[in-house]
């Protein structure tokens, strides 16, 4: 029995994020019975309970923010520690998600090491390069990657580009680097049209006479840009951003900087929870508009290329590598953006179809869950 600790996630059943979809389809879709999930989840009641087959353990957050999530991982690995102690188990691997817990984690490999127990960490994607952190912020951050990378037994890359990113950057530190996508399934959602249409009418909304954004609201994934460039287009269309603004600093500089407020086109209706109603928003777009910049492997252009015909991507090597020539690329020079939109405007409805297929084959050829799960199951053994 191999038994894998997986740290870092806010736990399962997932609601949002990144690593939480990760953790629940790799604990759903498990085959191999020699193998043994334990996941930790952020409560503050702490108690076990089962989930997908996988022992699930809660673990409190001691400080709100980056600093409680921090230490959490840290009573976590404490945890495994003791379990590892107690129960005495034939091999254990601890898969840390995230690199915040890089300065601590020398400490926790040897303590585990004594045990037998192999390190192996995903540092997602260049979280330091994010534009909202200051300078120090993002030094302490790369000072965290680099902990992270030092001190385990396997880099798990979701991208080959942060593979070859942790590869050139720590030739010394990183022990050994390997490549598993993230994923997603093309499966037609099954949300009823009434209410897709009641979401329609509550925001003003026609199926198909919309583009789409969908993703944090942060400077690094280019709204700047996109609102811009879609404010400078021609286009008849909406553009529909589902995002988590709540109108803060970043909108109301946008607003001010942008005016976007003043188009009519432009509509902001917050987050959408319900997975299946979001997969069918998706599908009825005319078009999905993807300006993430830094990261690896990102969850949102997947659900995109599963879901959406057409797809409108900035134009750098994470995306490049996921999309390849299922998808149109703009760069943030001036009229890159609006230019692409008018062209999209005028595709035929035969060539609309040809990309989401050739978008489809993408998912279905290299980023699909059972696809991934076995490669993980073949990594842990």
């Known amino acids: 029995m191999t038994d894998v600790f997986l740290v870092g996630s806010k736990g399962i059943p997932a609601q949002y994020g990144g690593f939480e979809t990760f953790v629940e389809n790799l604990t759903a879709g498990k085959t191999d019975p020699s193998i043994r999930y334990h996941v930790s989840c952020m409560n503050q009641e702490e108690k ?12 409190k957050v001691p400080l709100p923010g980056a600093p409680g999530r921090t230490l959490h991982v840290s009573r976590v690995l404490r ?8 129960n005495h188990p034939e091999n254990v691997i601890v898969y840390v998600l995230g690199c915040r817990v890089g300065p601590l984690l020398y400490l926790h490999a040897n303590r585990l090491r004594k045990y037998n127990a192999r390190i192996f960490v995903n540092p997602d994607g260049l979280e330091w390069k994010r534009a909202k952190w200051n300078g120090l912020a993002k030094r302490i951050l790369l000072y ?10 396997l880099v798990v890359c979701d991208s080959q580009n942060i593979e070859k990113y942790v590869q050139a950057t720590y030739p010394s530190k990183a022990r050994a680097t390997t490549f598993i996508a993230y994923g997603a399934d ?37 709204y700047e840009t996109m609102l811009t460039e879609f404010m400078q287009s021609n286009t008849k269309k909406d553009l529909v951003v589902i995002t988590n603004v709540e109108q803060n600093k970043f909108y109301k500089s946008l607003s001010e900087k942008t005016s976007f407020e003043k188009d009519s086109r432009i509509k902001f209706v917050g987050t959408v929870y319900d997975q299946e109603l979001l997969k069918k928003i998706r599908e009825e777009a005319y078009g999905y508009i993807h300006g993430h910049e ?88």
């Not at 945890?79 to 107690?86: A, H, M, N, S, Y």
């Not at 965290?144 to 385990?152: L, P, Q, T």
């Open 144 to 153: 965290c990657e680099a902990c992270i990378v030092k001190n385990a037994d």
């Open 79 to 86: 945890q495994v520690e003791q379990w590892i102690k107690e």
């Open 48 to 59: 076990h309970f089962e989930y997908h087959e996988a022992d699930c353990f809660n673990v």
């Open 186 to 222: 093309v499966i037609h959602s099954t949300c009823s049209m009434e209410k897709l249409q009641s979401w329609y009418e509550k925001f003003g909304v026609q199926s198909g006479n919309y583009y789409l954004i969908v993703g944090r609201f942060v400077p690094e994934n280019n």
């Open 294 to 381: 830094v990261g690896g492997t990102n969850p949102s252009l997947l659900e995109a290329l599963a879901s959406t015909k057409v797809n409108l991507l900035l134009n750098v090597g994470f995306n490049q590598e996921v999309a390849e020539e299922s998808a149109l690329y703009w760069s943030k020079q001036p009229g890159s953006l609006a230019n692409l939109l008018e062209a999209t405007d005028c595709l035929t409805l035969e060539e609309r179809t040809r990309f989401g297929e050739k978008a489809n084959y993408r998912i279905k050829d290299v980023y699909n869950w059972e696809s991934i799960c076995r490669q993980y199951e073949g990594l842990f053994k």
